[in-house]
Nanobody, 122 residues
C-alpha cells in the first residue's frame, strides 16, 4: 500500500520561510513524479508545484513562482517544498501527491498524502 506522509506544516510569518517534506512508503519513490497541491477553505484544490521523477523538470503555479521551490534528492530522499516569503493567499492545507507520468505536467495524481496545514501570520 502506497503512503505519502507530509510534515513541516505550521505557522509561519509573512515574509518568513517554511519547508514542507513528503516521504513515501510502499513504492519506489524515485519512480514517481511528485507534486504539491493546496486547498484553502471554499476553494478548489490546486497544483502548486511538481517535479519529475528524474528531477529534470519542474512546474509551478504562477502564484508561487519565484517564492516556492520544489526539490528532491536521490530516489530515497523526501520531496521538499521550500516556501519563501509567504503571502496572505498562501494559507491552506498542503497535500503531497504522486504521479507515474514521466514529466512534471500534466500531473495526473495517483496517490495522495493526508495533508498538512500551513498558516501565515501577518
Amino acid at each position: 500500500q502506497v503512503q505519502l506522509v507530509e510534515s513541516g506544516g505550521g505557522l509561519v510569518q509573512a515574509g518568513g520561510s517554511l519547508r514542507l517534506s513528503c516521504a513515501a512508503s510502499g513504492v519506489t519513490f524515485g519512480s514517481l513524479t511528485m507534486g504539491w497541491f493546496r486547498q484553502a477553505p471554499g476553494k478548489e484544490r490546486e497544483l502548486v508545484a511538481a517535479i519529475s521523477w528524474s528531477g529534470s523538470s519542474t512546474a509551478y503555479a504562477d502564484s508561487v513562482k519565484g517564492r516556492f521551490t520544489i526539490s528532491r534528492g536521490n530516489a530515497e530522499n523526501p520531496v521538499y517544498l521550500q516556501m519563501n516569503s509567504p503571502k496572505p493567499q498562501d494559507p491552506a492545507v498542503y497535500f503531497c501527491a504522486g504521479d507515474r507520468s514521466l514529466k512534471a505536467t500534466p500531473f495526473k495524481t495517483r496517490y495522495w498524502g493526508q495533508g498538512t496545514q500551513v498558516t501565515v501570520s501577518s
